[in-house]
């Protein structure tokens, strides 16, 4: 006997707001125990859009930073003040500086007993107080971002200049840094808790289930690639590569080889927001500068020089946060790291064209990827088109030779090329042996 009607939409009204109960809070725990920098801030926007996208109904961060790079910690707290779910950090030890600025933008703030948050005054890579612009473009965020969280932005403000004094709070001189009594106490804390789960119960969630956000296979690797240690790596194959191919034209891997480097080099970096634009304009400027060079123009000069340090000029800025050409806010440890690590990938290409090249050649797999057979004299090949034998004669370096070039001989252009000699143009030459249509020469010794 089927229910009528009205009875089975009784049933549903008193149903369905048990059903909508039953289902958990759902959380998304994020962490923040590093340095602010693009990694972090890539991190959080990832996060942020798992949480949106995955009908999350709150985002948890717990953090213990000392801090990190301001325009970066700005990004972060943009994402945070535009995220349409509740955002709740619990600072399991420290919140300083970026750190301190990050939390004021969260919707409430639970500290573990012992904890700390403030002292944002912006340093500069050697760690002394940063020019004024710099302070005062940190205390407009902080007031800005409490007076957006309903906290006391003059409060706020005092995290970053010490001149501020404020009754009851800090004398002038100070720079405030509360612990988590003295946060609670002027309204940046909401409790004292020892572990997320008891934060989460003290804003009157119980019923939830917590998942903790991972960063993907592909960001893995993109951070996987950001280890300065490959980047060196990575930097010996683009030159090498770069260097092969120009010495062996029409071979193809090793240029291959160097723009799978390059992809891999650049990629990450523009991803996590360091390389620029224009700072990849740069490098590409710098490759096309010394391919000038080494192909059109003989000799090596302006534009040789000039293309090598545009192009480790790139690689170096690629790898730090700074903003153009002011390093004000970078850490003098970045610069060295990267200065170091685009030298130290200079220094092992250099070696590996010196004592590699040669063995590389007579592997099989260069035999595979490059033409070796040799048509020897001796088994009667022969491409001759002179009527006469130019061996013994001297003539001109036409254009440089290195090792292959051009030479003049009686007012006549020839292919030829050294045993490795390098031969400056208006040098004057012996021919010692012909192959083919290339006449192989030496610098000459002795006064015609």
Not at 21 to 47: C, F, H, W
Not at 58 to 70: A, C, K, Q, R, S
Not at 139 to 149: H, N
Not at 295 to 318: D, N
């Amino acid at each position: 006997m089927k229910l009528p009607y009205a009875i089975i939409m009784l049933l549903l009204s008193w149903l369905m707001p048990l059903a909508l109960q039953a289902q958990p809070t759902r959380v998304l725990q994020l962490s923040i125990k590093d340095d602010i920098d693009p990694r972090m801030n890539r991190y959080i926007e990832l996060g942020l859009e798992t949480a949106d996208n995955g009908n999350y109904d709150l985002v948890v961060i717990e953090m213990d930073t000392y801090g990190g790079l301001v325009t970066d910690a700005k990004d972060i707290v943009e994402k945070l003040l535009n995220f349409d779910k509740p955002v709740y950090v619990f600072i399991n030890k420290d919140a300083a500086s970026a750190g301190a600025l990050i939390s004021i933008a969260c919707d409430s703030i639970y500290m573990a007993p012992g904890a700390s948050i403030g002292a944002a005054t912006v340093v500069t890579a050697e760690g002394e107080a940063a020019p004024d612009k710099y302070q005062s473009y940190m205390r407009s965020t902080m007031r800005s971002t409490a007076e957006e969280t309903g906290r006391d932005p003059r409060i706020a403000e005092a995290m970053v200049d010490e001149r501020i004094e404020i009754e009851g709070v800090t004398k002038a001189g100070e720079v405030i840094t509360f612990t988590t009594s003295e946060a609670i106490k002027h309204g940046f804390c909401e409790a004292e808790v020892k572990s997320l789960a008891e934060a989460l119960a003290r804003a009157g969630i119980t019923d939830y289930q917590l998942d903790e956000f991972s960063l993907t296979t592909v960001d893995k690797i993109i951070a996987f690639f950001l280890n300065p240690f490959l980047s060196g790596i990575l930097i010996m194959i683009i030159i090498g590569g770069v260097w092969f191919e120009l010495q062996s034209p029409g071979v193809g891997f090793p240029i291959l080889a160097a723009i799978t480097a390059a992809i891999l080099y650049f990629i990450p970096y523009y991803l996590n927001g360091l390389a620029a634009n224009w700072e990849l304009v740069l490098f590409v400027v710098g490759i096309i500068l010394i391919g000038i060079e080494l192909v059109a123009i003989p000799g090596f000069g302006f534009f040789g020089i000039s293309g090598i340090m545009i192009t480790l000029a790139s690689l170096i800025l690629v790898m730090l946060g700074n903003d153009v050409f002011d390093f004000t806010l970078v850490p003098i440890r970045e610069i060295f790291v990267a200065t170091t690590t685009i030298f130290a990938g200079l220094t092992g290409s250099i070696l590996l064209l010196f004592l590699a090249g040669v063995q590389l050649t007579h592997t099989q797999f260069f035999n595979r990827v490059a033409l070796s057979a040799v048509q020897d004299r001796a088994e009667g090949y022969t491409a001759k088109f002179r009527k006469e034998s130019l061996l013994g004669q001297q003539g001109v370096a036409y254009t440089v030779l290195r090792p292959s070039g051009k030479v003049m001989i009686n007012d006549d252009v020839y292919d030829a090329y050294t045993r490795g000699e390098y031969i400056s143009k208006g040098e004057t030459i012996d021919v010692i042996s012909e192959e083919g249509t290339t006449l192989l020469v030496k610098k000459t010794t002795h006064t015609p």
